[in-house]
């Protein structure tokens, strides 16, 4: 046992999953304080992925909770300042590119205490996205990149960071490939949706560029009963910003009539790694579920321009269609044709052992 101490800043839904991956190991090698910033709280988002996935009861809790992304970051920096320089760990460990990964960098760097960050190099090249923003101002502070894709390594050379990058794989691949063989067995969620294996569709959206206003929620509407109608039935998972956004749209009465639309709330990450790979195919605007797709061997097709998911894409698993119905139908068609025995080579995102790899590098990197 090191006499290490790590400080670890989570706060949304996937940080909790690639927390899993990482928590547990640590523990047994150095001394790891857990902060919840807050930024997601209601039972669905936060508290069920700590149960199901086994991750440590955080050991302080910021409550920050929604707000502007001003308002977020800054209040998760003031819950945070005074914490880290009362815990004085050896490092900060942040993960992703959420406000929670931005605002405990910028603490980290202002307090001088090194930071390591998970996901590293990830880039869409598209700074409209907040997450950008938030990953680029993440790796400029961090002095160990930790890089799930040989890609991320390259992203992070070109901008002249690649002395602290180290490609280690993807913490979410190894949750996937160990939690979804379980999640298909232990979850009864195909037989609560009344599903079958193969037949049915499964969407999520939550990107600020999809489900903010009623411009691109009308084209993301149309395009999930289109989905439905041709490849249904398609379930629907709605996390809270969507729903808050069809609802004061009126397009919430819209979905609920259309056929074989199944909507429903976010789901627990069992019942949610069984209805992937039960699906006939995805239809994502999320990060990670292109990746977990790809790992579970359905096909995807997301909904957005570019990808920092790359691999997923070259490999033929995915398919960028932003909002256009059109391409989106075609894809499906495609990809849905296309799939018969083909498997995906998941050594894409590393040996299983990402989780693993950053507890030695983080250990190495501070002794
Ligand atoms: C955030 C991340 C995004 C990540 C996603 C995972 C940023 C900038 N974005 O987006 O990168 O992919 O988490 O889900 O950090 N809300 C609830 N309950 C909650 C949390 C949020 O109802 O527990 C509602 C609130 O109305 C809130 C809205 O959802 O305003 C958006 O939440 P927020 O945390 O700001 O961003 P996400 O869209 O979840």
């Known amino acids: 046992m090191s006499a290490m101490k790590i400080l670890t800043v989570v ?11 990482v928590s547990g190991l640590l523990r047994q090698q150095a001394t790891e304080v857990l902060v919840h910033t807050g930024q997601h709280y209601d039972r669905e988002l936060s508290a069920v992925f700590f149960e199901e996935l086994g991750v440590p009861p955080p050991e302080h809790q910021l409550g920050v909770g929604s707000g502007s992304h001003a308002a977020q970051t800054g209040e ?18 942040v993960y992703g590119d959420t406000n929670a990964t931005l605002a405990a960098a910028l603490v980290a760097a202002k307090l001088a205490v090194p930071l390591a960050h998970v996901e590293a190099g990830m880039r869409s090249f598209d700074r409209g996205m907040p997450e950008e923003v938030n990953r680029i101002a993440a790796d400029r ?54 599903l079958e294996r193969g037949g049915y569709l499964l ?19 149309d395009l999930l009963c289109r989905s439905a109608a041709e490849f249904g039935p398609l379930v629907f998972p709605i996390h809270p910003r969507t729903r808050a956004g069809l609802l004061a749209t009126g397009l919430l009465a819209e979905l609920e ?6 909507l429903c709330e976010p789901l627990g990450y069992l019942d949610f790694a069984c209805l992937l790979r039960g699906a006939r195919a995805v239809l994502t605007d999320s990060g990670g579920l292109q990746k977990e797709a790809y790992l ?64 030695a590098e983080l250990l190495a990197w501070l002794t």
């Not at 706060?11 to 991956?21: E, L, M, S, T």
């Open 11 to 21: 706060g949304n839904r996937p940080q909790f999953v690639k927390a899993a991956a």
């Open 76 to 93: 998760t920096m003031v819950g945070l300042e005074p914490l880290i320089e009362a815990e004085r760990p050896d490092a900060v460990l």
């Open 141 to 194: 502070f961090s002095a160990l990149l930790l890089c799930s894709t040989a890609t991320a390594v390259a992203n992070l050379e070109r901008e002249g960071l690649g002395e602290g990058a180290r490609l280690i794989g993807d913490v979410m691949a190894d949750v996937a490939l160990r939690i979804g063989p379980i999640a298909a067995r232990r979850s009864e969620a195909l037989a609560r949706f009344g």
């Open 203 to 221: 969407a999520t959206a939550h990107r600020a560029g999809n489900v903010d206003g009623p411009a691109a929620l009308t084209r993301l509407v």
């Open 257 to 262: 009539r259309a056929p074989g639309v199944e």
């Open 296 to 359: 579970a061997g359905v096909p995807c097709v997301t909904l957005r321009e570019q990808t920092e998911w790359v691999e997923t894409v070259e490999s033929g698993w995915n398919r960028l269609v932003g909002l256009d119905a059109d391409a989106a139908l075609r894809s499906l068609g495609e990809l849905i044709e296309r799939r018969g025995d083909e498997r995906p080579d998941p050594s894409l995102y590393g040996d299983g052992e990402a989780g693993r790899h950053v507890v």
